[in-house]
């Protein structure tokens, strides 16, 4: 089955500098890799995703990039701020099935 | 803003209680999803379900059991808890023709004494 790695586990970024986290995933078949964000005492938020026929996809300070042939894909977040604090886990998905398996999970910390 | 609700968010019981987690959408979502999060963050899915009457054990094993009688409710139960039980619980949906976004709900930290 899918298994998805993730790193770094902690990652701590001054505010205004860029942070990247990164997923490799085993099965090539996977085809749907979205990010989530959850911060604590709420529920985890999809901040953006990206489909296998595309290699990167922006949304304003956050990117998401896909190497196909090397199995990872990574998360970006420039200009980045305090409220950006929070864990961040990537996932991918097989066609046909309807599971995400998620990575291991990222805990970002901002520094004012 | 998500559609999705789960109670209690926070519950202290003895070992050997039954307990109930209670999820609820009104997104009319015909996946609905439980996961397992560990204190080191990673999330295992324990159960799944399709639609009404339609109930899949996850990639993690668990002790506890769902049932789906209704399209927007999807309880988990523990008959006896254990210590080891003691973990939060995160509930989500999908709408059908997937893979697409999952709608989570804010969780149920469980604490087995």
């Known amino acids: 089955g899918e298994n998805v790695e993730q790193h770094p586990s902690t990652l701590s970024v001054q505010e205004g500098d860029s942070a990247v986290i990164k997923c490799t995933y085993s099965?090539?078949?996977?085809?749907?890799f979205p990010w989530y964000k959850q911060e604590l005492g709420k529920g985890s938020q999809l901040i953006i995703d990206i489909r296998s026929n595309v290699g990167e996809k922006k949304d304003q300070r956050i990117a998401v990039t896909l190497n196909k042939t090397a199995k990872h894909f990574s998360l970006h977040i420039t200009e980045t701020q305090p409220e950006d604090s929070a864990v961040y886990f990537c996932?991918?998905?097989?066609?046909?099935?309807?599971?995400?398996?998620f990575g291991t999970g990222t805990r970002l910390q901002v520094f004012p | 803003e998500a559609d999705i609700y789960q109670t209690p968010r926070y519950l202290v019981i003895g070992t050997g209680k039954k307990i109930t987690l209670e999820c609820s959408q009104t997104m009319g979502h015909d996946k609905m999803y439980w996961y397992q999060q560990d204190p080191g963050m990673e999330l295992h899915l324990i159960h799944y379900?399709?639609?009404?009457?339609?109930?899949e054990k996850g990639d993690l094993s668990s002790e506890s059991t769902v049932s789906r009688i209704r399209t927007e409710h999807f309880p988990l139960t523990l008959e006896s808890a254990r210590p080891s039980h003691t973990s939060q619980y995160l509930c989500?949906?999908?709408?059908?023709?997937?893979?697409?976004?999952?709608?989570f709900g804010e969780g149920s930290r469980l604490t087995v004494l």
């Open positions: 989500a949906s999908t709408a059908a023709g997937g893979p697409g976004e999952l709608f």
């Open positions: 996932a991918a998905s097989t066609p046909g099935s309807d599971k995400l398996i």
């Open positions: 099965d090539s078949a996977s085809n749907y």
């Open positions: 379900s399709y639609g009404v009457n339609s109930t």
